[in-house]
Antibody
Framework: EVQLLESGGGLVQPGGSLRVSCVASGFNFGSYAMSWVRQVPGKGLEWVSSLSESGYSTFYAASVKGRFTMSRDSSKNTLYLYMNSLRADDTAVYYC????????????WGQGTLVTVSS | EIVLTQSPGTLSLSPGETATLSCRASQSVSSNYLAWYQQRPGQAPRLLIFAATGRAIGIPDRFRGSGSGTDFTLTISGLEPEDFAVYYCQQYGDSRGFTFGPGTKVDIK
């Protein structure tokens, strides 16, 4: 069974940094593209970033490019999202997801971790 | 980046009826890489359809995706009580950004 478990969310001040993690199990971690998607409570989904199956290509939303970095550690079956220069509008639940069918669709999702940026 | 527009914003239907949801892209979606997701309150989204027409594992066949290019449709035939939820489309064919639509809420009439 595919399982994704995010952690690392919390309260951070504007301008601060945070790292969220996603531990994966139940599948070959290095065989699928992975993504981060965020959602302000009560609002819609916003794609944040994706990492190719090979790990060589990363893609970022314009709203986070230059501030967020996505990476993975295959030895730990863990996906990371490093977030710098955080702003109030980065406040959201952050979900990790993996593909499984064609390219970068989000076939399996974690339950999310809440990041709150506030002073 | 490609902008996705979903219509209607809210669809009010009764159980057993058919729901027709639209997703229109501002540019053609490469390889018809268009996905549909369902999100129930308090839950993570769930993939229904990938690549415009492919049904994900475990998704009932009352969910059907169709369309190509810039116009895509999700049809839910014979609405079940658990189908009342919010539905999002996402394109993942443009490496400048794999954008989501704003969502369509299907609620009980």
């Amino acid at each position: 069974e595919v399982q994704l478990l995010e952690s690392g969310g919390g309260l951070v001040q504007p301008g601060g940094s945070l790292r969220v993690s996603c531990v994966a199990s139940g599948f070959n971690f290095g065989s699928y593209a992975m993504s981060w998607v965020r959602q302000v409570p009560g609002k819609g989904l916003e794609w944040v970033s994706s990492l190719s199956e090979s790990g060589y290509s990363t893609f970022y939303a314009a709203s986070v490019k230059g501030r967020f970095t996505m990476s993975r550690d295959s030895s730990k079956n863990t996906l990371y999202l490093y977030m710098n220069s955080l702003r109030a509008d980065d406040t959201a639940v952050y979900y990790c997801a993996i593909s499984g069918y064609s390219a970068y669709e989000c076939a399996y999702w974690g339950q999310g971790t809440l990041v709150t940026v506030s002073s | 980046e490609i902008v996705l527009t979903q219509s209607p914003g809210t669809l009010s239907l009764s159980p057993g009826e058919t729901a027709t949801l639209s997703c229109r892209a501002s540019q053609s979606v490469s390889s018809n890489y268009l996905a549909w997701y369902q999100q129930r309150p308090g839950q993570a989204p769930r993939l229904l359809i990938f690549a415009a027409t492919g049904r994900a594992i475990g998704i009932p066949d009352r969910f059907r995706g169709s369309g190509s290019g810039t116009d895509f449709t999700l049809t839910i035939s014979g609405l079940e009580p658990e189908d009342f939820a919010v539905y999002y489309c996402q394109q993942y064919g443009d490496s400048r950004g794999f954008t989501f639509g704003p969502g369509t809420k299907v609620d009980i009439k």
